[in-house]
């Protein structure tokens, strides 16, 4: 057999398991069966624990089945303060992820900038947004807007700062590039810096999400009328705490909702990472 014919049947008998790539695993949709066997571990154990308390009275602990009706009939309600918190929370945090974008972006770019907001995000971020809820619900003219308000401190700051070491952890090579192919400023911050910055603005909005929810909740317990919070303060009062867990576990499925529904965003926002 000639040299030639040797590297062809070679190259024929290779080419099939070179030509095999690797299957890449797709993500499952469905909840890894730790996260199951540990939400039954925990449904178990109220179930047992809820056996040892007096149910024919009103216990603190009732039982799932009890907390499910309770659920169930409070459902049309739970869904009127869902879109009354709704309304309060979308314009505050809104306008906390536009206005935390744009300055902690150019903060970040921008020297003197940076030099005027981190030192007075360094003492003014870490205060407590809670601390606000009182003297806004005394300033402003109504619930709303004071609940937005809180809503829009507690989230700016993280989305801020995130943004902004987004912005400073963009590779000066990046900003060479587009200088010299001729980009503007704001061409090099809307084409250059933000889209490389978006992975920390993602966690920023993560964060501020999170706080979002829970200062709006705080906020609803002081003067709101209509609310999750408001419906899990309004059972408490009156001892109805079916009502009350069931509010609760409630509010805890919406946030999850939410927090999953930013999370399918940036994973399509942020394809390149996959």
Same mark, same amino acid.
């Not at 179930?47 to 009939?73: K, R």
């Not at 030099?115 to 619930?143: C, H, N, Q, S």
């Not at 317990?221 to 408001?230: S, V």
């Given at each position: 057999?000639?040299?030639?014919?040797?590297?062809?049947?070679?190259?024929?008998?290779? #080419?099939?398991?070179?030509?095999?790539?690797?299957?890449?695993?797709?993500?499952?949709?469905?909840?890894?069966? =730790?996260?199951?066997?540990?939400?039954?571990?925990?449904?178990?154990?109220?179930?047992?624990?809820?056996?040892?308390?007096?149910? /024919? /009275?009103? %216990?603190?602990?009732?039982?799932?089945?009890?907390?499910?009706?309770?659920?169930? =009939?409070?459902?049309? =309600?739970?869904?009127?303060?869902?879109?009354?918190?709704?309304?309060?929370?979308?314009?505050?945090?809104?306008?906390?992820?536009?206005?935390?974008?744009?300055?902690?972006?150019?903060? +970040?770019?921008?020297?003197?900038?940076?030099?005027?907001?981190?030192?007075?995000?360094?003492?003014?971020?870490?205060?407590? %947004?809670?601390?606000?809820? %009182?003297?806004?619900? #005394?300033?402003?003219?109504?619930?709303?807007?004071?609940?937005?308000?809180?809503?829009?401190?507690?989230?700016?700051? %993280?989305?801020?700062?995130?943004?902004?070491?987004?912005?400073?952890?963009?590779?000066?090579?990046?900003?060479?590039?587009?200088?010299?192919?001729?980009?503007?400023?704001? =061409?090099?911050?809307?084409?250059?810096?933000?889209?490389?910055?978006?992975?920390?603005?993602?966690?920023?909005?993560?964060?501020?999400?999170?706080?979002?929810?829970?200062?709006?909740?705080?906020?609803?317990?002081?003067?709101?009328?209509? +609310?999750? +919070?408001?419906?899990?303060?309004?059972?408490?009062?009156?001892?109805?705490?079916?009502?009350?867990? #069931?509010?609760?576990?409630?509010?805890?499925?919406?946030?999850?909702?939410?927090?999953?529904?930013?999370?399918?965003?940036?994973?399509?926002?942020?394809?390149?990472?996959?």
């Amino acid at each position: 057999m000639s040299t030639m014919t040797k590297a062809v049947t070679l190259a024929g008998n290779a #080419a099939p398991g070179a030509a095999r790539k690797p299957r890449r695993r797709r993500p499952s949709r469905l909840p890894a069966w =730790e996260a199951l066997a540990l939400w039954g571990a925990l449904l178990l154990a109220w179930q047992i624990a809820s056996q040892f308390i007096d149910q /024919t /009275t009103n %216990p603190l602990l009732p039982a799932p089945a009890s907390v499910a009706a309770a659920l169930a =009939e409070s459902l049309p =309600e739970l869904w009127a303060g869902t879109v009354s918190s709704v309304l309060i929370l979308l314009p505050g945090y809104g306008l906390a992820v536009a206005a935390g974008v744009a300055l902690g972006l150019l903060a +970040g770019v921008i020297p003197s900038l940076g030099r005027a907001f981190f030192p007075f995000a360094k003492v003014v971020g870490p205060v407590p %947004p809670t601390v606000y809820i %009182p003297y806004a619900i #005394a300033v402003l003219p109504t619930f709303h807007l004071s609940a937005a308000f809180v809503v829009f401190i507690g989230a700016f700051w %993280p989305i801020f700062q995130n943004a902004a070491a987004g912005a400073q952890a963009v590779e000066g090579r990046h900003r060479d590039n587009a200088r010299v192919l001729g980009f503007s400023r704001l =061409e090099t911050l809307v084409k250059v810096i933000f889209p490389a910055s978006l992975p920390h603005i993602f966690s920023g909005m993560a964060v501020g999400l999170a706080f979002s929810f829970i200062l709006l909740t705080v906020a609803e317990l002081f003067g709101a009328n209509a +609310g999750l +919070g408001r419906f899990v303060q309004y059972y408490a009062d009156f001892a109805d705490y079916p009502r009350m867990v #069931a509010g609760i576990l409630y509010t805890g499925v919406v946030t999850w909702l939410a927090m999953s529904g930013l999370d399918a965003l940036r994973r399509r926002a942020l394809f390149w990472l996959r």
